[in-house]
């Protein structure tokens, strides 16, 4: 996939194992910073630009997804928990991070956390997107599941 370098600060995505499904994406700049960390707390998310354009193939997405690390350590998520980078968007990808809730349960204290450009803030997925065609019918298919919906399988 092409990808354009328009940071300075711009690191190229790497995988970090050799079977994972994503590559990591990492902040250039913070907030409009480039320097500086900035902090992310529950009432004022941090927008990231990761410095980089992507050339999505046609007939793929690239999604956008939260690194569990953060989550599980910080509580921290994207804003829109999934982006979709669409084969037509030739723009900055930009991640906007939030934090659900920076209290350390045991201790009862905030614990802020920061993000600065050269840390990693999320990681992506290139999937293919076939196109389907939309066909109105009267009714649809039997299925085993049938109509049952949420807690249906116990």
Do not use: W
Not at 1 to 7: N, P, R
Not at 69 to 87: E, T
């Amino acid at each position: 996939m092409k990808i354009c370098k328009l940071h300075e600060n711009a690191v190229i995505p790497t995988y970090a194992h050799e079977n994972d499904a994503c590559f990591d994406l990492t902040a250039a700049t913070v907030s409009g910073l480039t320097l500086v960390g900035q902090h992310i707390d529950p009432m004022h998310p941090v927008v990231c630009g990761t410095g980089l354009a992507f050339e999505v193939p046609p007939g793929y997405a690239m999604l956008v997804f939260s690194r569990s690390g953060q989550g599980f350590k910080n509580d921290v998520r994207l804003a829109n928990c999934v982006g979709v980078i669409d084969a037509g968007f030739s723009g900055e990808v930009m991640v906007k991070l939030t934090c659900d809730d920076s209290m350390d349960l045991e201790s009862g204290k905030k614990l802020p956390h920061f993000v600065k450009p050269g840390d990693r803030v999320a990681q992506a997925l290139l999937v293919a997107t076939p196109r389907v065609t939309f066909e109105v019918v009267e009714q649809l298919g039997l299925s085993e599941r049938g109509t049952n919906g949420f807690g249906s399988t116990g």
